[in-house]
């Protein structure tokens, strides 16, 4: 019932911006944290930043200063701004939450962690 869904990945060159979205939808009572991870070509994923629900942010050292996580609480999206991009930021882009939500209609709300499918960020040099 509750879903993860991105939007705004792209192919875009260097030094180039791109801003991806994600929205919750389903039953959900309220969500915790939200984050992006990605993922390169052959390589582990590893999360990039991080928001709270009172909004501090956190951000993997790659890249802070260029990178700006949000969140509209009330719409239930984040999302990622993404400025000064570098071929090396070349992945696919997970959206992540802990949020509580009903896996079935008319069961309890239950604090869970759940991911998007994922979108594409390509950066060319």
């Known amino acids: 019932q509750v879903q993860l869904v991105e939007s705004g990945g792209g192919s875009v060159q260097a030094g180039g911006s791109l801003r991806l979205s994600c929205v919750a939808s389903?039953?959900?009572?309220?969500?915790?944290?939200m984050h992006w991870y990605r993922q390169p070509p052959g390589k582990q994923r590893d999360l990039v930043a991080t928001?709270?629900?009172?909004?501090?942010?956190n951000y993997a050292d790659s890249v802070k200063g260029r990178f700006t996580i949000s969140r509209d609480n009330a719409k239930k999206t984040v999302s990622l701004l993404m400025d000064r991009l570098k071929p090396e930021d070349t992945a696919v882009y997970y959206c992540?939450?802990?949020?509580?939500?009903?896996?079935?209609?008319?069961?309890?709300?239950?604090?869970?962690?759940?991911w998007g499918r994922g979108t594409q960020v390509t950066v060319s040099s």
């Open positions: 992540n939450a802990d949020l509580w939500g009903r896996a079935v209609a008319g069961g309890s709300f239950s604090l869970r962690n759940y």
């Open positions: 389903g039953s959900i009572n309220s969500i915790d944290g």
């Open positions: 928001i709270t629900s009172s909004g501090t942010t």
